[in-house]
């Protein structure tokens, strides 16, 4: 297997080879040179080899394989086949599947090129009218792609080119199912390309089923590591104390445009409307509002009227927000990988960026496996017992008296399910580590001590995540929190 390693590749996109109408379109863009991704899939596609890319959102990928594909299309031209597309994407959600859509038109707007996009929670009439006479490009969600093949209303006979994005994130949401059954509908003669965050087991055996033999194998991000740019920090917090903590990092100017997530839509809800109260313009999104709400507090997000938005991971997933200087994560991910994926909202197309997570004493196990899995100690701060958030907190009687969400209480209702047919609701989500090996995932008991603590500043915890040691009283403050940079 051809194994092409991250490097800075500077070539220019004319020395690519690309189609005219290609280059024309990407300087419209402004895109001067080629990402590694870039740089270095698109020779393999263009001459029509499989791909293995092992990649997250951020790096350009998008691109990586819509040029060389539609270099493809521009070479050979042919009318796709009636309710048929020449090409079709596969992504798990339907903001990720919409930019895909828009970038093939983006890059395709001087070939004329005709792109289609399929995505569930909307009804089927248009999607139907807009695949009958065919398409080039198909774009589509597994769930709603599925319902309209056993419909019969949309034919993949035609396909040359097959991507499948974001393959461990289809895992995560239960769509290797689906996935395999579109592919049974696919001709067996094609393209493949396939791109990933991570390699778990069961998606390197999805990826030995669909490419083909020798496929070029690029590597832009080594397996779960995490983007170097951005700055990280863990802050260790009661969580009752969470939404105060959350309102003093807002009160810092330099929290522009950020992304808050939280583990439940309940959760999303709750965050934004506290942080409205707090005079923060914030908007939720996730999988129980509707298209158009989702679209209005993106574009507001966009456009800068909303400083926060509030989101879960599978809405997050693929949102492609410049200049978003902040990620929080209210509540640690469930899934170690997804922590990787959230912090990837910052810091794109080469800007830098700052994530903060909040970690409550049931969050520690969850904290453990991030740091395992992204190979690296996160600096941490400890503000639990800090008497500035505890005042904050009783100030706002009607959210102190709510209970916290618990550490395992997102994996009860996944959201995001909308688009599979209800036969396929069955979920595939990957238990954290220790419990699905039947391990004990409590939170470390806390002493006694620490708990009447008074800290008045914060403790930067240093390479530690546990808490001070059982029966010693917590240390004085050696370093007040201060916010990132
Ligand atoms: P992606 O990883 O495909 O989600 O792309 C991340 C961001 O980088 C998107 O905003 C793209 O428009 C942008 N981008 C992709 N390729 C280039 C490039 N060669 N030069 C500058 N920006 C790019």
Known sequence: MAHVKDTNVLTKFTELGLDKALLKALSDEGYEKPTPIQAQAIPGVMAGKDLLGIAQTGTGKTAAFALPILHRLAADRQAAPRRGCRVLVLSPTRELATQIAESFKAYGKHLGVSVAVIFGGVKYGGQMRAMAPGVDVLVATPGRLLDHL???????????????????QMLDMGFIVPIRQIVKHLPRVRQNLFFSATMPSEIEKLAGELLRPNPTKVSVTPQATTVERIKQ????????RKRALLCELFAEKDFKRVIVFTRTKRGADRVAKSLEAAGVNAAAIHGDKSQGQRERALAAFKAGDVRALVATDIAARGIDIDAVSHVVQYELPNVPEAYVHRIGRTARAGADGSAVAFCADDERGLLKDIQKVTRQTIPSFDRRNDRGLSVMTKAMPELAAEKPERADRGQRKPEGRSDLPPGLRKQRRRKPKAQAQGGDRRPEAQPHSQRHADHRGGKQAGESFRGPKRGKAAPAAEKRWSPLD
Request: no cysteine; glycine share 4%; aromatic share 8%.
């Open 233 to 240: 920090q863990v802050i260790f917090i009661e969580a009752t």
């Open 150 to 168: 056993q419909e019969k209303t949309i034919t993949l006979q035609g396909v040359e080119m097959f991507v499948l994005d974001e393959a461990d």
